[in-house]
């Protein structure tokens, strides 16, 4: 396979099909302002449209509580009140915060310490690019059964990647994204997503038959096949879309070098080091009463269990281990000191984007506090329920209006939580069994988080960016990762059509009706 990096459109080229297109969506993303601006705005807009709609008197039945949900004027006396004693505690809050700094201290100590660096030149020295590609965007695909923490690791990881085959490091940064934000209803394994959703899937079965029963695998053989397929289908979007129209960009890339025999041999302490850290964690997680199990029910995959609550540090310990250890052995680290000033210029890289996080907490806290979003979530299903479609329509259309919602409300489980009560019973009396409601769901809550400047992840993808290029736009971001999440929305919906014609099950003992 030819490096995509050759492909790059020429000077003056005219641009052709979807170039057209996605180059008018780049210019009037560019014209946007900087993202601290623009949450900035959207708050402004969140209390104004707060107090028109409360005027008005703009409200929505909760169809699990049956209470009506009425708009919330911030534009009060409360409101205001309300918005200056929160701000701080908006802020550190703010979940994402808390989980990127953690993070960066292990994959920051790792960067620094030239762990990542020497690791990737002596992995993927003689790996062509088309391969590395296809090995980002899989692995962005099972970042997520480690959370939210993929956005934050794997943007940055594929970035050198890339670099290191002579690539754009921000076409790395947009693939790993784009997979891991696109892929998010896709794995090999089942993870704590799976048995977060299912819990409101079940809740949502059981108004309508309290004895249904949905185990959190009930979709793992649909996300298998769509973590192959969609990892085919990334990687064309990358080599064959958006390499070819962002090129090498204008930076220049340094000459690959060899791995020194100190590096080579940090990188064998730093991989036992590894392995034994991880022997550590096996240990705490196989047997029956282990540490990092739920104590009651003795689940590792239960919300609440030690493993799954303790995610970030742990992953953040899988970075800085190998990174302490290979700094140690191949000179990098000398002292103590070493180890903190690394981590101090790691933790200032992130001052922008901390920054922006505190405007983007006051934004979505107004915005829960307003009840827009919930409002929004239950008028959308109302009128989905209202059409009278065919199944396989009405499946379809599920599909577009869960992504569209997505667009405006991020939390999958939030927005499951009121979509699932009325969809789930209405399908269950179609004949479609809950599994098959929940995994359109969750296709339609996939495909916009590539696109969609709301979900908190991608503000961070804007800072990461801007390390290689300070003058990137939002527009070029989501113009070019727009192509991903139009191709998802095709793939996964032939896909979730073959398997309901074909009546293929979606997991062990989940068939696709009733």
Not at 234 to 261: C, D, F
Not at 284 to 295: D, K, T, V, W
Not at 441 to 447: A, F, Q, T, W
Request: glycine share 8%; aromatic share 10%; with cysteine.
């Amino acid at each position: 396979m030819s490096d995509p990096s050759t492909n790059a459109k020429k000077p003056g080229q005219k641009p052709k099909g979807i170039d057209v297109f996605l180059n008018a969506v780049e210019r009037v993303g560019n014209k946007l302002p900087e993202p601290l601006t623009i949450f900035v705005y959207l708050a402004g807009i969140a209390i104004l449209i707060s107090l028109i709609g409360s005027i008005v008197g703009v409200s929505a039945v909760h169809p699990l509580t049956g209470e009506t949900v009425k708009v919330i004027n911030l534009f009060s006396k409360e409101g205001i009140q309300k918005m200056l004693m929160n701000a701080v505690t908006n802020f550190s809050g703010f979940a994402p915060l808390g989980l990127v700094l953690v993070t960066i201290l292990g994959v920051g100590l790792a960067e620094k310490t030239g762990f990542f660096s020497a690791l990737l030149r002596k992995t993927l020295g003689n790996v062509k690019g088309g391969k590395v590609v296809a090995i980002v965007i899989f692995t962005s695909i099972m970042a997520n059964a480690a959370g939210d923490t993929g956005f934050i690791v794997m943007p940055p990881l594929a970035a050198m990647l890339f670099t290191a085959i002579g690539m754009n490091p921000i076409v790395g940064m947009m693939a790993a994204y784009a997979a891991v934000a696109g892929g998010f209803a896709a794995n090999l394994i089942v993870n704590s997503l799976d048995v977060l959703v299912v819990g409101f899937t079940q809740s949502a079965a059981n108004l309508l038959d309290p004895d249904f029963v949905v185990n959190p695998a009930c979709n793992w053989y649909f996300l298998i096949a769509s973590t192959f397929i969609l990892t085919a289908v990334a990687t064309y979007i990358t080599l064959k879309i958006v390499a070819p129209r962002m090129g090498h960009g204008e930076y220049e890339v340094e000459a690959v070098e060899e791995v020194t025999s100190l590096e080579v041999k940090g990188l064998k302490a730093a991989g036992i080091a590894t392995l034994a850290f991880v022997l550590i964690c096996l240990a705490l997680a196989i047997p029956s009463n282990g540490l990092l199990r739920e104590p009651e029910t003795g689940s590792l995959l239960a919300f609440s269990s030690p493993l799954m609550k303790g995610l970030v540090p742990l992953i953040t310990l899988l970075f800085f281990i190998p990174g302490y250890v290979f700094g140690k052995v191949s000179g990098k680290i000398k002292s103590d000191k070493d180890v903190a000033n690394m981590l101090g210029q790691a933790m200032s890289e992130m001052g922008p984007y901390i920054v922006l996080a505190f405007v983007i907490a006051q934004f979505i806290n107004y915005f829960n506090w307003s009840n827009l979003g919930l409002i929004m979530a239950i008028k959308g299903a109302e009128f989905l329920k209202s059409l009278g479609a065919p199944a396989p329509v009405l499946l379809v259309l599920f599909v577009i209006v869960s992504a569209l919602l997505n667009l405006f409300v991020g939390s999958s489980s939030a927005k499951w939580a009121i979509l699932g009560p009325i969809f789930v019973p209405m399908f269950m009396l179609l004949g479609f069994h809950p599994a098959l409601t929940q995994i359109a769901y969750r296709i339609g809550d996939s495909i916009t988080n590539v696109i969609t400047p709301l979900l908190p992840y991608f503000a961070i993808l804007v800072s990461f960016a801007k390390k290689y290029d300070k003058n990137i736009g939002m527009g070029t971001l989501i113009a070019n990762m727009l192509p991903y999440s139009i191709a998802f929305f095709i793939i996964w919906t032939i896909q979730l059509l073959l398997w309901y014609f074909l009546n293929l099950p979606l997991g062990p003992n989940s068939p696709m009706f009733m």
